[in-house]
């Protein structure tokens, strides 16, 4: 969630009183919980919208500062530093098969999707005017990624080698319910098996949509609804881990659409807006969780500090990468 997001509901908030900027439906209330350790391994500063996060091979972290275009890498351990600036939005971050990054965003007001080399060298590597919203990224097959169009209520497809993008997928279930609410509808994009699973965060949906042998989109089908979902990844065994964003929260939901909160504000997960596993020996059974402290639905107590979060869940993640 970004973009627009952060002063609408800025604005949305300070009109309500300090008793009721929280009473958002309880879709959660009767989920399971089952609370897992939690570390916090990074913190950034009050108003730092962390958006999302990817890990490569050697255990680095790459996180994306939505509002100030920033990309920062980061290690296990908490040691951080700023790898690159665009001038603009930085959403969708994902990993390129030559190790550089892929980003998706804004140059300037107009969306576009960067590469940033290693050395934090900054390409623009193809402008998408009809594009409206870019958030969430992930890898297809070869050197073709998608990418979410939250507000077009559709799905980019990007050729990095051939610089190209066209619209895989445009569907009412990718949509807003409501143009003038300014939570996104499609959000996180992940591949598990043969399908792409999409959060629709406006609509509180999980969305699936089955993949033909030349990775071409089926008819989306309804995986589960009443769930708010940010960003998300999948564990080896299918379970799907997803950030709740303005509910505060990190789920669990299994193969069979069970529901169970494992980290809750207590842990850090105020404002939790992406998550991906960690890839060495070390943490494959570990999920990473940014936050931004509350930015877009503040709690009573203010803003916080915008974390990142070590989650221990027990299982291996399912790396998908090129």
């Known amino acids: 969630m970004a973009r627009i997001i952060c002063s609408s509901l800025s604005r949305i908030s300070a009109k309500r009183s300090r008793d009721d900027r929280n009473q958002l439906p309880p879709i959660f209330e009767h989920s399971t919980e089952e609370i897992v350790p939690a570390k916090t391994i990074a913190e950034f500063p009050v108003n730092t919208f962390l958006e999302n996060i990817a890990i490569n091979a050697e255990g680095k972290f790459f996180i994306t500062s939505y509002e100030s275009g920033q990309i920062y890498q980061l290690t296990a351990n908490g040691e951080s530093s700023l790898l690159a600036t665009i001038d603009g939005n930085a959403a969708g971050i994902a990993l390129a098969p030559d190790g550089n990054l892929l980003v998706a965003g804004n140059n300037g007001k107009t969306p576009a999707v960067f590469r940033i080399s290693r050395d934090g060298a900054i390409e623009i590597l193809v402008t998408i005017t009809d594009a409206i919203f870019l958030n969430g990224m992930t890898y297809l097959t070869g050197d073709r990624y998608l990418i979410a169009d939250s507000y077009k209520g559709a ?28 939570f996104p509808a499609v959000n996180g994009l992940k591949i598990y098996g043969n399908a792409l699973y999409a959060s629709n965060t406006q609509r509180q949906h999980l969305v699936r949509i089955p993949l033909l042998d030349n990775y071409a989109p089926v008819t989306p089908e309804l995986f589960i609804t009443n769930v708010n979902i940010d960003d998300f990844a999948f564990d080896a065994s299918g379970n799907l881990y997803g950030t ?69 869940v027990g299982i291996e993640g399912l790396v998908m990468q090129p």
């Open 155 to 182: 799905i980019w497809e990007v050729n990095i080698a051939e610089k190209t993008a066209n619209i895989w997928l445009q569907h009412e279930r990718l949509a807003r319910g409501n143009p003038k609410h300014p």
């Open 244 to 312: 709740t964003h303005v509910y505060n929260s990190v789920v669990r939901i299994s193969i069979d659409g069970k529901v169970t909160t494992i980290a809750k504000a207590e842990q850090g997960m105020t404002g939790s807006t992406a998550l991906a596993f960690g890839r060495t020996e070390s943490d494959r059974a570990a999920i990473y969780v940014t936050t931004n402290g509350g930015m877009s639905l503040p709690p009573t107590t203010g803003v916080g500090k915008a974390l990142v979060v070590r989650l221990e």
